[in-house]
């Protein structure tokens, strides 16, 4: 994750495992020459920051103004070079085209329906599926991507991997779940553990939640 000591104000995700697991996959992900790299969701920019330092033109967005002063102030202080902008998802790069796009949406299933959620609660709360965003992302991200064009996205296998793999291959692309990692419940999904018990999302056994990251390309 580089050496930057992130600043992390209220509010904004802090880096975290399904980062981490994400910035794996980056590392090992080839980047054409000035790749034009989109890390959509990106709370302290750490992904963004990370990608720019392999030499990739970086657009960063989220739709918390705390997080696009965050990923500002955080790639300032890294000395590289990362376009920053405010919006939701796609929105403020409508109409360009990217080699790779990084998102690590909000994906942990919520009580309360399709309710969009407000505050800090953005960056993990994502409807009683965990898929508010990620459906939209499978929609929207193959008009996004060049040929050969990469998408790597992080979610929990509480919000079903397999939709996320189908839905980006009904579409056209080649999709994949590249990386898994067990952890610890971490204090969102602790807080709501009876819930998704209840709700068959976690069997009596689970006492670990398991990310993966999917890797989608559009054919050349």
Same mark, same amino acid.
């Given at each position: 994750?580089?050496?930057?000591?992130?600043?992390?104000?209220?509010?904004?995700?802090?880096?975290?495992?399904?980062?981490?697991?994400?910035?794996?996959?980056?590392?090992?992900?080839?980047?054409?020459?000035?790749? +034009? $790299?989109?890390d959509v969701g990106t709370?302290?920019? @750490?992904?963004?920051?990370? !990608? &720019? =330092?392999? %030499?990739?033109? #970086?657009? +960063? $967005?989220?739709?918390?103004?705390?997080?696009?002063? @965050?990923?500002?102030?955080? !790639? &300032? =202080?890294? %000395?590289?070079? #990362?376009?920053v902008r405010r919006g939701?998802?796609?929105?403020?790069?409508?109409?360009?085209?990217?080699?790779?796009?990084?998102?690590?949406?909000?994906?942990?299933?919520?009580?309360?329906?399709?309710?969009?959620?407000?505050?800090?609660?953005?960056?993990?709360?994502?409807?009683?599926?965990?898929?508010?965003?990620?459906?939209?992302?499978?929609?929207?991200?193959?008009?996004?991507?060049?040929?050969?064009?990469?998408?790597?996205?992080?979610?929990?296998?509480?919000?079903?991997?397999?939709?996320?793999?189908?839905?980006?291959?009904?579409?056209?692309?080649?999709?994949?779940?590249?990386?898994?990692?067990?952890?610890?419940?971490?204090?969102?999904?602790?807080?709501?553990?009876?819930?998704?018990?209840?709700?068959?999302?976690?069997?009596?056994?689970?006492?670990?939640?398991?990310?993966?990251?999917?890797?989608?390309?559009?054919?050349?």
């Amino acid at each position: 994750m580089g050496s930057v000591n992130f600043l992390v104000p209220p509010g904004v995700y802090a880096p975290q495992e399904d980062t981490a697991l994400l910035a794996g996959a980056l590392s090992e992900e080839p980047l054409p020459p000035d790749a +034009a $790299v989109l890390d959509v969701g990106t709370g302290t920019g @750490a992904l963004a920051l990370a !990608a &720019a =330092r392999r %030499g990739a033109r #970086v657009t +960063a $967005v989220d739709v918390s103004w705390r997080a696009v002063c @965050a990923t500002r102030v955080n !790639a &300032a =202080r890294a %000395g590289v070079p #990362v376009r920053v902008r405010r919006g939701d998802l796609f929105a403020p790069v409508r109409g360009e085209s990217f080699d790779l796009v990084l998102a690590n949406p909000p994906y942990v299933p919520a009580p309360g329906g399709r309710r969009r959620p407000r505050g800090a609660a953005r960056a993990w709360d994502a409807g009683d599926d965990g898929r508010l965003v990620l459906d939209r992302i499978c929609r929207e991200v193959p008009g996004l991507l060049r040929p050969g064009g990469v998408l790597l996205l992080v979610q929990s296998a509480l919000s079903d991997p397999g939709r996320t793999v189908g839905l980006l291959r009904g579409a056209g692309l080649k999709a994949a779940v590249t990386r898994r990692r067990r952890i610890a419940f971490g204090p969102v999904v602790r807080g709501r553990e009876r819930w998704l018990r209840q709700r068959g999302l976690l069997s009596l056994a689970d006492d670990e939640e398991e990310l993966v990251v999917v890797r989608a390309e559009l054919p050349v």
